[in-house]
């Protein structure tokens, strides 16, 4: 293959997310972790299936950054899971030095790789690699919106009984409790969504995307999602190296889009070679705005904290 993606961090997201980009054979996989042995043993047993599934990829596990050398993407999930009743703020101190040096370790042997984020609180961890590693806005994607919205269509979808493919929800905002399902400019095959389903079932879908993370939580007891975050990096990388020029929502860097400024924030975007092509403004109304500003303050309060907490 000619394209690499390194993956930082080979526990639950990071593994699964090898799978995924290995299953689509889009590139030769490194995948790096602290722990001695179990990113070479998940590689070479994830490696060992691919006669099966008839796809030529190389996968290959370290606990060395230098494996990484000549990456297009880099993923980095490396950090601590967030655990039942533990906010995705409490994890920032200790995530923030990991990505930190997962961030500047990578980039010496590959510095121009595009960055995908997904390590809690994902927003804030895209503005720390952004600024650690000095990268333009383009270069750094956090991702959560693909997810979020992934979320709203499944719930849409046993609701109504169709096929997720039919089915197109936007989340932006941060991710976090403040997320924002724009249920206006969501729609079942071209039918808007609130035209779908009475008000209550539409407002409890939205209620259960924004703690759908929470929900996986307290089901599991311990660890946090990972089939979901994982495929959708798969989507990202997959519009990444192929240029396809994908819409979709993801962590960026706002420069005065939707009046925000200086932190990541969900919104759509075009996902082409050069990482975010374009962000794009949708025409909201004054709730969903309102919304959103709600969702930047949680975003903004983070970022504020990692500021104090580290020196970049
Ligand atoms: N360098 C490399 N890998 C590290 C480092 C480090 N400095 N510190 C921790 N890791 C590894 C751990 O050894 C572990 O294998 O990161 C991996 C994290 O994997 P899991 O604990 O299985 O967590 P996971 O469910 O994959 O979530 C990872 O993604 O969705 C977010 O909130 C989630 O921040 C968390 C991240």
Redesign the pocket.
């Known amino acids: 293959m000619t394209a690499k993606v390194s993956i930082?961090?080979?526990?639950?997201?990071?593994?699964?997310t090898a799978h995924w980009l290995a299953e689509r054979e889009l590139a030769d996989i490194v995948l790096?972790?602290?722990?001695e042995g179990?990113?070479q043993g998940k590689a070479l047993d994830l490696m060992e299936a691919m006669p099966v599934v008839g796809k030529d990829v190389t996968i290959t596990g370290s606990?060395d950054f230098k494996a990484t050398e000549g990456s297009d993407i880099i993923v980095i999930?490396?950090?601590?899971?967030?655990k039942p009743g533990m906010s995705?703020d409490d994890?920032l101190k200790t995530?923030a030095?990991?990505v930190g040096?997962?961030t500047t370790e990578t980039l010496k042997y590959s510095p121009n790789a595009i960055y995908i984020i997904?390590?809690?609180?994902?927003d804030t961890?895209a503005f720390l690699a952004m600024k650690i590693g000095k990268l333009p806005p383009n270069r750094v994607i956090g991702?959560a919106g693909i997810l979020d919205s992934a979320r709203m269509r499944t719930f849409v979808g046993m609701e109504l009984g169709v096929s997720v493919e039919n089915i197109n929800c936007f989340v932006l905002g941060g991710h976090g409790d403040t997320m924002v399902p724009l249920t206006r400019h969501s729609n079942v095959a071209g039918v808007p969504l609130k035209d779908t389903m009475p008000a209550e079932k539409l407002n409890a879908i939205v209620e259960r995307t924004r703690n759908g993370?929470g929900e996986i939580v307290s089901l599991l007891k311990s660890?946090?999602?990972?089939y979901a975050?994982?495929a959708a990096v798969a989507q990202m990388v997959e519009a990444i190296l192929k240029d396809k020029q994908l819409i979709v929502p993801a962590a960026v860097f706002m420069q005065g889009e939707y009046g925000l400024k200086d932190i990541f924030f969900g919104a759509p975007v075009q996902l082409g070679r050069n990482g975010i092509e374009k962000i794009i403004e949708y025409d909201l109304n004054d709730e969903e705005k309102a919304a959103l500003l709600r969702s930047a303050a949680a975003v903004q309060e983070t970022t504020e904290a990692l500021v104090k907490l580290v020196a970049i």
């Not at 790096?32 to 722990?35: A, E, F, P, T």
């Not at 999930?77 to 967030?82: I, N, V």
């Not at 997904?118 to 994902?122: D, G, I, M, S």
């Open positions: 930082i961090g080979a526990g639950m997201t990071g593994s699964t790096v972790d602290i722990v179990m990113p606990n999930t490396a950090g601590l899971p967030r995705r994890l995530n030095e990991i040096k997962a997904l390590t809690n609180p994902l961890m991702q993370g660890g946090s999602a990972y975050p994982s």
